[in-house]
């Protein structure tokens, strides 16, 4: 495979795991939301698996920042939003945590959707453990080419992408979901002055700034573990 092309094809199937995972994701919580009481989100689109509602919400975080960030680093980072009630999520905090979980639940369930793939098809014989693990496209290898190495190399970043994402986005720092986690707990009173700190103006970059420094230590240790789970005496 000549360098243009090698380029083009990971490049292809680490934005379609990135446009598909994030778009649930954001799914997720207008759904929930929905469920809840909050239509906010439903109103605007974001209750679909369907990618352009959230791309025409949030462009340069579904399109111009991934593309960049793979072409420079090779591997793709970006955002996304889906809109909520500040109202509805003041007067229902617990509530609000939940549609705020949601999201890196969903994370969760792809990444353990494409361990069982990847299980099942080693024992179909579609796929091995691979003698090393390069990189997040080569989590498991394929047995023979064509579509079994396609869905090889989607598998692998399926994988490692939403166990990033799960992790990242349940740092309790705002603006992260895992920053609505003590509302699940707090009193209504409580839940309010906590609201409240951590909608302070500049919160949310310090907690940005907070969160991307802690997570390198904690993305390594997560990514060795699941590996060792996924090839259990292996690696």
């Not at 945590?97 to 299980?119: D, H, K, Q, W, Y």
Request: a neutral charge; glycine letters at 8%; proline letters at 7%.
């Amino acid at each position: 495979m000549s360098p243009d092309t090698s380029l083009f094809f990971y490049g292809t199937a680490w934005y379609l795991a990135f446009l598909f995972s994030t778009t649930l994701h954001e799914a997720s919580h207008a759904l929930v939301a929905l469920k809840l009481g909050d239509d906010t989100a439903h109103r605007g689109g974001q209750v679909t698996l369907d990618p352009i509602p959230h791309i025409q919400r949030e462009p340069v975080g579904m399109v111009v920042v991934p593309i960049v960030s793979y072409l420079l680093g090779g591997w793709m980072i970006g955002w996304a939003s889906a809109p909520y009630d500040p109202e509805w999520a003041g007067r229902n905090p617990r509530r609000a945590a939940l549609m705020a979980m949601a999201g890196p639940a969903s994370n969760l369930f792809l990444c353990l959707t494409a361990a069982v793939l990847i299980r099942l098809g080693i024992l179909a014989g579609w796929f091995h453990a691979p003698e090393g693990i390069s990189n997040a496209t080569h989590i498991v290898a394929a047995s023979r080419g064509g579509l079994c190495e396609l869905a090889a190399v989607l598998l692998s970043v399926f994988f490692y992408l939403n166990l990033l994402l799960f992790a990242f986005n349940l740092i309790p720092l705002p603006p992260l979901d895992g920053g609505s986690v003590p509302l699940l707990c707090l009193s209504d009173s409580a839940a309010a002055r906590y609201t409240a700190f951590m909608r302070a103006p500049g919160m949310s970059l310090v907690g940005m700034i907070l969160a991307w420094n802690l997570f390198g230590p904690i993305a390594h240790w997560l990514y060795t573990w699941a590996i060792h789970l996924l090839y259990p005496g292996l690696y």
